[in-house]
């Protein structure tokens, strides 16, 4: 039986994970320099959270929690090799056992974009926007539609998890701030479309599709690869998307 105490989960090679961080090393300065703007100058947290959320992101995103152990019994279909009077022939045999997959939570790929949009509910937009609650009720209404949106466009893959387009959910968000600003003016659309995103990708990719990643590969991460995943991309992409138009 899979053990999720003894396995080790590593989706990376270690001279990929080397060549990715050697990278990184590469352009640090500027991915610092891009996420400090859209963090504090665009979405206004504070400039002493910026170092421990840039910490955060980084060196979180090797780090997965485990939450729950999924268990789905599933059909499986294999070959048997038979040997006839001499010739070997091959019959296709059907199983049936109990398929387990952990899901694990990633620190930096969707616990931090989490709490970055958790501050900007509780925080930012009460302090910045005239009419929190009305805010409140168009940001829920963005994040109801790029989740519905993202659902069905995330596709499940066996042995990968639940993928999605990487600019599809970016896109939906900043289009539909902008269609809902249209409609009626929004006070912080930039922090309105950090949070539809983050939690919209969250709750459509991933808590959607949690009935359907049982058996797809022994460990699924939520937010698992790290900083470049959908859930942590789709914030960041969709405050610059919208940047641009304001």
């Known amino acids: 039986m899979f053990n999720p105490r003894r ?16 990278l990184l090393a590469l352009v640090m300065g500027y991915y610092l320099s891009f996420l400090r703007g ?9 400039e002493g959270l910026f170092p421990l959320l840039a910490a955060l992101s980084l060196v979180g995103s090797n780090v997965n929690i485990p939450v729950a152990l999924l268990e789905s019994p599933r059909p499986v279909v294999y070959v048997e090799h038979v040997n006839v009077f001499g010739v070997r022939r091959l019959l296709p045999r059907f199983a049936s056992w109990r398929r387990e997959t952990l899901v694990m939570v990633n620190v930096g790929g969707a616990l931090v974009p989490l709490l970055i949009s958790l501050y900007l509910l509780v925080f930012n937009i009460p302090a910045h926007s005239p009419k929190p609650l009305y805010t ?15 659902n069905r466009i995330s596709r ?14 970016p896109a939906i968000t900043a289009l539909t701030v902008l269609a809902l600003d249209l409609v009626s003016p929004l006070h912080c659309p930039l922090q309105v479309a950090y949070i539809g995103g983050t939690l ?22 939520i937010g698992g690869a790290g900083t470049f995943d959908g859930v942590y991309l789709t914030g960041l992409m969709s405050v610059v998307l919208l940047a641009l138009t304001y």
């Open 7 to 22: 396995s080790i989960y590593r989706p990376f090679t270690l001279s990929y994970f080397l060549l990715l961080w050697g």
């Open 38 to 46: 859209v963090l504090v100058d665009v979405l206004g947290l504070p």
């Open 136 to 150: 409140l009720l168009k940001t829920l209404l963005v994040l109801l539609v790029v989740a519905l949106n993202t």
């Open 156 to 169: 499940v893959v066996e042995g990968l998890g639940v993928t999605t387009p990487a600019w599809g959910p």
């Open 200 to 221: 919209g990708v969250l709750l459509g990719a991933d808590i959607m599709n949690l009935r359907k990643i049982v058996g797809v590969g022994p460990v699924v991460s």
